[in-house]
Every structure is written in C-alpha cells, then in structure tokens.
C-alpha cells in the first residue's frame, strides 16, 4: 500500500513538475523573470543569478521541496476557489514578454465576467502557505516576500493590479490586492537593465539590492 501511494505522488509529481520545469528550463537562460525579480531584490548578492544564468550553476532543484509542491498542485484549486468567490474568469498560466530580455510567466489573467470575453484586468498569482502566515504581522512579511515578483508581473502586463490568491495551510484562505507601484518598478527596471547587460558581457557582478540603489536602511 506504501509502495502504491508513493508511487501515485511520484506521478503527480512528474506529470505537472516537469512540465513546469521544461517551461523554466528553456525560458530562464533568455532573460529575467519574476522570480528572478524576487533574488534581486532579496537575495545577498546578484552573482548567484549571474552564475545561474551562464550556466555556471544549477537551478535548484525544488523537486522535493514540499512547499513548493503544494504551491505548484493547488495551483488549479486556487485559480477555481478565486473565482468562485470573486465572480469573475481567471486564464490559464501564460509567459508574457515586456521586452526581449524581462517575461513574465503568471498563474492567469483575472477577467471582470465569468467567462474569456470579460475585459482583462489584473494579474493572479497562486500561492500556498502554512497558517502560522495568517497574523496580521506575518501576512505583510508574506506580502513583501513575494512583492517584486508582482510587481515584476503588472511591469510585464501593464495591469494596474494583482491578486495575490493563497491558501493558508488547508483552513484559511485570503485574497490580497496589490496594486501597481510605478517607482518601484522604476528600480527594477533599472535593476534589470544593469544586470541583464552584466550577463551579457559576461562581466560577473557582485553586488546586491541595497548596494545599487543606496538604500541605507529598510
């Protein structure tokens, strides 16, 4: 019976990962992307993306990352759950291009009728997290984790906003509206530009968020 259930989570693994992985694994090399946003902004230095980028390192393997793999199979649940209770009609994921160097692959395009001839207007993003997140305190630090990431996808989109779909562990559920921050997307882009052109010369740039802009304190 062990032997059955591993095998059945091994093939849902497979079957929705690995597409999802083909999807990264061909797109990351070409430029940056959301998530690439998020190591920018967050991340210690820029050299890691840097390597990443030229090949020099692996991608993580997320895999076996548990959280990451709730993420990835409520993602449909969540997209059906939002709009249920939004009254509205969410596109499937698609990969958007701003430019020919910054996409964005998002969860779905949120329409203002129940069906694909509504008019687009905001961004969903799925996610999926424990309920330790639902304090007032930790759902702000939850926000601001995923921040650029949203920003980098209404930057992609020129939406004027995003929902922010999530699960909290398997009792709780809150949609968040984020909207758009054009000087924050100013910083990114510029961000972005610096980097992008870094991976192009292959000049490895070690430096981080803060450093670049000159932001002294939080």
């Known amino acids: ?125 799925a996610k999926h997290t424990h309920a330790f997140n639902l304090s007032e305190k930790k759902q702000v630090e939850f926000v601001n984790k995923y921040y650029p990431q949203v920003q980098h996808y209404l930057l992609v989109t020129k939406y004027p906003k995003a929902f922010l779909s999530v699960f909290f562990g398997n009792m709780e559920y809150r949609s968040i509206e984020i909207n758009q921050d054009k000087k924050f997307q100013a910083m990114l882009l510029k961000a972005h530009k610096v980097f992008w052109k870094a991976v192009q010369d292959k000049d490895p740039i070690d430096t981080n968020w803060k450093e670049f802009h000159g932001i002294l304190s939080e």
């Open 1 to 125: 019976m062990l032997e059955k259930i591993n095998g059945n989570i091994e093939n849902l693994n497979s079957q929705k990962w690995q597409e999802t992985k083909k999807l990264v694994q061909k797109i990351r090399p070409t430029g940056i992307g959301g998530t690439d946003s998020n190591k920018l902004v967050h991340g210690e230095t820029w050299l890691d993306l840097y390597n990443e980028k030229l090949g020099h390192t692996e991608p993580v393997d997320l895999s076996d990352v548990l959280p990451v793999q709730m993420g990835i199979h409520t993602e449909d649940l969540n997209r059906r759950w939002f709009m249920k209770h939004n009254q509205c009609y969410v596109t499937e994921e698609q990969t958007l291009w701003y430019n020919d160097y910054i996409y964005g692959t998002v969860d779905g395009i949120v329409h203002d009728s129940d069906d694909e001839k509504g008019k687009p207007f905001a961004v969903f993003e």
